[in-house]
């Protein structure tokens, strides 16, 4: 094959495996099962049904807590819409109801930037599904009289001044033992939970299932986030549990949409966790419990600020996906850059310039080359139509030729390579970064993570993407390749309108740099071609 296309080639390979890609996510999303319902028992509100205790009789997990009992599971999400509340806790940031099984029965975000559709107050958790610090013995009997048993708590009502703190006493008489939960909130989100037994049993403890406050489904992770004693992360998305995952001493448990988080954490200790598998095999964390179990927890939007304030550990539950190595450092300089400007649009339009600074050496040295190779087109056409049929003659003649004008059929390619990591990395953080929800950019943008509401940025993303495929040289002489560049740009804006406006204004911008920087080695090329024009007119006269 012809080395002189490969960097177009490459181009085109890229768009198409992200279009293939983009594709492939939207078509596994929208056929997964549908998640379905439970049925209404006919029991009381305070009644929940539940089996004997499942042990999994596999392990797989190289770091699994082997022995260990195994969370009861119900018939049906141990949790109904009317539940009692027996306590409330307020701040300016959030609403917190806990409902007369000891659970956090409802989170309730008050900023208005994470207002619904409707602009309601946004609600964090589903009312039908399994809850926050739900407890769950092993003992199926003692299970079922913990869930006919209400708690009591020592506040009913409490607000919570910024920076405060305060402790809520709640509990639960049972016939063997007495369950005592004692949280501490404070106005960040995060709490202290410490629960005792007067008389020892085998119980489990969850993080509850994962908020359901976004309902974005395209190209979004979701499920339970696990970092071990080992400090490896791992992450079992919807649609993928087991059932019988297990993992000890683990210091922090995440279940996790989008942009929430309901988290358990004992960064000293560790923990044993335990994997439910529930609905279309989604996960259920559960936190092996003790007589006397000491216990850090979260529960809001996956803030950097706040989570690295309260431990700079606990960022390790904001998770990017396959590209999170490049993601995080990817994050953290355009944070820095946000704190510093003031504003997220204007931090990710320099965040792109930047990472074009760093590659320009390496783009500038590709161009020249794709520039030289274009002017050398028609001998290389002459060479193969002179040797087409002597192949290995033809390749020798086209290295002489390469040699002879420093030509490298090779050098812009780890540019475009570099790119395909930067571009999915920085799509990932634009995507799920919680900082862009309510952050505004110039005129008509007031919300970074949704469409652009005029289209505008596509547009001008299209645009300048076609204006950009009319400055760069090409060899491609192939019809059906020409075709298909010529409708990339259309066909990448429709695509892009969908795409949240950060990521569209990071393309939007790349493309304007690389326009200006197409420019620029243009004018170069010229004056370096000039130079060598004169120096062989020189040679040649003596």
């Not at 994470?114 to 946004?122: A, R």
């Not at 990591?421 to 970064?433: E, Q, T």
């Not at 110039?442 to 652009?452: N, T």
Request: proline share 5%.
């Amino acid at each position: 094959m012809d080395k002189t296309d490969l960097n177009k080639r490459l181009m085109l390979a890229f768009f198409l495996s992200f279009i293939v890609f983009v594709g492939l996510e939207y078509y596994m999303q929208h056929n997964k099962p549908q998640e379905t319902t439970p049925k209404q028992n006919t029991t009381s509100a305070k009644e929940t049904p539940v089996t004997t205790p499942q042990t999994p009789t596999k392990v797989e997990n190289a770091s699994s807590v082997e022995n260990a009992p195994a969370p009861a599971k119900a018939n049906s999400a141990p949790v109904v819409a009317t539940a009692p509340i027996i306590s409330t806790i307020t701040s300016k940031e959030f609403n917190i109801e806990i409902d007369h099984l000891g659970r956090i029965g409802q989170f309730t975000l008050l900023d208005d930037k994470y207002n619904t559709k409707e602009n309601e107050k946004l609600k964090i958790f589903d009312n039908t599904k399994v809850k926050p610090l739900e407890v769950r013995f092993s003992d199926a009997t003692l299970n079922q009289e913990a869930f006919k048993t209400s708690y009591t708590a020592s506040i009913k009502e409490a607000h919570l001044d910024e920076n405060g703190k305060i402790e809520v006493v709640l509990t639960q008489q049972l016939s063997t033992t007495t369950l005592t939960k004692t949280i501490v909130f404070n106005s960040n989100g995060g709490y202290t939970l410490d629960i005792k037994l007067s008389t020892p049993a085998d119980y489990f403890i969850t993080t509850g299932y994962r908020p359901t406050a976004d309902d974005t489904e395209f190209m979004i992770v979701k499920g339970a986030l696990i970092r071990d004693g080992d400090k490896i992360i791992s992450t079992i998305e919807d649609g993928e549990s087991e059932g019988d995952e297990k993992f000890k001493n683990a210091s922090l448990v995440s279940a996790f949409d989008r942009y929430y988080t309901s988290m358990l954490y004992n960064l000293d200790e560790g923990m044993h966790i335990s994997i439910l598998k529930i609905e279309d095999d989604n996960p259920l964390i559960f936190v092996q419990g003790e007589p006397e179990l000491h216990l850090g927890g979260f529960i809001g939007p996956k803030d950097f600020k706040v989570l690295n304030d309260i431990n700079p550990q606990l960022t390790d539950a904001i998770e990017y996906g396959w590209f999170t190595f490049l993601a995080k450092p990817f994050f953290a300089i355009t944070l820095w850059i946000c704190n510093y400007v003031g504003n997220w649009g204007w931090a990710i339009v320099l965040f792109t310039l930047l990472i074009k600074l760093v590659l320009f050496p390496l783009s500038y040295k590709g161009m020249m080359s794709m520039q030289k190779l274009k002017d050398l087109a028609p001998k290389m056409k002459e060479i193969k139509d002179r040797y087409g049929k002597d192949p290995m003659k033809m390749n020798q003649h086209m290295m002489e030729l390469y040699r002879k004008h420093d030509a490298n059929p090779m050098g812009g390619c780890l540019p475009m390579l570099l790119q395909i990591p930067v571009f999915f990395a920085l799509y990932r953080v634009l995507l799920n970064a919680v900082e862009l929800q309510g952050a505004e950019w110039i005129l008509w943008i007031e919300d970074l993570s949704k469409l652009d509401p005029y289209f505008i940025l596509p547009i001008l993303m299209g645009a300048s993407m076609y204006l950009q495929q009319k400055l760069t040289p090409t060899t491609i002489t192939d019809p059906l390749q020409q075709k298909i560049f010529m409708y990339l740009p259309l066909i990448l804006t429709i695509f892009f309108v969908t795409f949240p406006a950060g990521l569209v204004l990071y393309w939007f911008t790349n493309n304007l740099l690389s326009i200006a920087q197409q420019y620029f080695i243009n004018i170069q090329y010229e004056k370096h071609k000039a130079i060598e024009i004169a120096t062989h007119k020189k040679h040649k006269d003596k």
